[in-house]
């Protein structure tokens, strides 16, 4: 079974950011295709960003330029840095490993002011 392990997630206010971290002890998430999905109260869950394995980054429209995602080889560790915090970011953020449809438990990110 493949564990992911999100961490990161938090309160920040309008404008703030935060950093979001996934990580796995179970294989080696830098060389594969990965994602970044969010799911907010009553909505469905929605890819936010995705890399493929050979680094090429995409996001949402509803966080280009806000959102960056990366890689850490050494960490085994993907990030997602969120800038320019909006009300509408508040959700549970998952990274997932589509190729074996591995999901992490979630992390809750509430902006509010």
């Known amino acids: 079974q493949v564990r992911l392990v999100e961490s990161g997630g938090g309160l920040a206010q309008p404008g703030g950011s935060l950093r979001l971290s996934c990580t796995s002890s179970d294989f080696a998430l830098s060389k594969v295709h990965m994602n970044w999905y969010r799911q907010a109260p009553g909505k469905k869950r929605e890819l936010v960003a995705h890399?493929?394995?050979?680094?090429?980054?995409t996001y949402a429209d509803s966080v280009k330029g806000r959102f960056t995602l990366s890689r850490d080889h050494d960490k085994n560790t993907m990030y997602l840095q969120m800038s320019n915090l909006q009300l509408e970011d508040t959700a549970v953020y998952y990274c997932n490993w589509p190729n074996f449809n591995a999901w992490g438990q979630g992390t809750q990110v509430t902006v509010s002011s």
């Open positions: 890399i493929t394995d050979t680094g090429v980054t």
